[in-house]
């Protein structure tokens, strides 16, 4: 099982980043897939979830109208597009895949939000 996160990086107050996680090893399209985020000296917390068909999807209060979860189930492919990005987002992202009793993470991208 892999999952393989992308996208991070280096981005003024404002910006936008798309990270991506692929997936391999499972049945992805029948997982609900989330992404995690975690800053220094802080728990690990939710923030974004969405179902195996991508018909459902939910967001910590933090992000919510800022940031978008979607997925690609040929591509076995979620997303997250940060839009409006600000410093408090920085943190370390993980996409986490449920399913069938399994729980499966990603190595995590390092998104930092500065000037």
């Known amino acids: 099982v892999q999952l393989v996160e992308s996208g991070g990086g280096l981005v003024q107050p404002g910006g936008s980043l798309r990270l991506s996680c692929a997936a391999a090893g499972f049945t992805f399209s029948t997982y609900v897939m989330m992404w995690y985020r975690q800053a220094p000296g802080k728990e690990r917390e939710l923030v974004a979830t969405i179902s195996s068909t991508g018909g459902s999807t939910n967001y910590a209060d933090s992000v919510k109208g800022r940031f978008t979860i979607s997925r690609d189930n040929v591509k076995n492919t979620v997303y997250l597009q940060m839009n409006s990005l600000k410093p408090e987002d920085t943190a370390v992202y993980y996409c986490?895949?449920?399913?069938?009793?399994?729980?499966?993470w990603g190595q995590g991208t390092q998104v930092t939000v500065s000037s």
């Open positions: 986490n895949a449920k399913g069938w009793g399994y729980n499966y």
